[in-house]
């Protein structure tokens, strides 16, 4: 089941924060099971899915200076035209689930299982992503990212007693362990120049931009240096000149 949700109807339904048209589900199950001479049962299970959910607000734009006569001059154009949004363009969330478990119980030389354990490869991840972006005036915009990956510990072996499968439980309850976390912030400048008479043939642009990330250390490892932080910032500045104009 890939993308399930409900569709929006412009024309009849009110944009809200809460509404149901703006989630939507996506669902997978996958199992192999074989079983030879040489293997007594094989089992490979998969189990994806996520739930996302996506916001457009409408544009609460307000321009206060727009009907002033004074600022009717093409040099006071850069204050008549001074604008705020203050609704965000767009704010999402999505939670990914994949888990896999492979139990793999092997013969023998007496075709038995007598003395024989099972193999057990498992990985269960919950991986957390978010974005807001806003367009706060017509020229500034901003943009922040994040994203969350992080492991749900397994108890070892089957999940055959309840203690286990509680064990379960409250690691997912609890959104599973944090291995890696990322974060972004944009911020984008257009300056006015071009409503200014004077400097209409010059345009530019500023971005700033800031990053951090952190990384958990090994566990159980007793020469590991430990958790990884790192951040950084860019800074750049474009410009054009319309030498023609």
């Known amino acids: 089941l890939n993308n399930v949700r409900e569709l929006k109807n412009a024309e009849t339904v009110t944009n809200r924060i809460y509404a149901l048209e703006n989630f939507s589900f996506s669902y997978a199950f996958g199992s192999v099971t074989q079983s030879n001479i040489q293997l007594e049962s094989y089992i490979y299970e998969t189990t994806r899915g996520s739930i996302a959910y996506n916001y457009q607000p409408d544009p609460l734009i307000i321009t206060p200076f727009r009907n002033w006569g004074i600022f009717n001059s093409k040099y006071f154009q850069l204050f008549k035209d001074f604008n705020l949004n203050f609704a965000p363009s767009l704010v999402s969330a999505r939670m990914d689930i994949d888990r896999s478990f492979m139990r793999t119980q092997n013969r023998n030389d007496q075709l038995t299982t007598t003395g024989v354990d099972p193999l057990f490869q498992k990985s269960f991840y919950m991986n957390r992503f978010y974005s807001l972006n806003w367009d706060l005036t017509e020229n500034l915009s901003f943009d922040l ?9 397994e108890p070892e072996g089957d999940l055959d007693t309840d203690a286990k499968i509680d064990s379960l439980r409250n690691n997912i309850k609890k959104l599973g362990r944090t ?67």
């Open 145 to 153: 990212s994040s994203s969350v990956n992080a492991i749900v510990d």
């Open 179 to 245: 291995t890696n976390y990322n974060q972004q912030a944009v911020i984008n400048y257009k300056v006015p120049l071009e409503k200014i008479p004077l400097t209409d043939w010059i345009s530019a642009d500023f971005r700033y931009e800031a990053t951090y990330s952190w990384m958990t250390g090994a566990i159980g490892q007793k020469d590991t240096l430990g958790n990884v932080i790192q951040n950084s910032r860019n800074q750049s500045i474009s410009g054009k000149l319309d030498l023609v104009q």
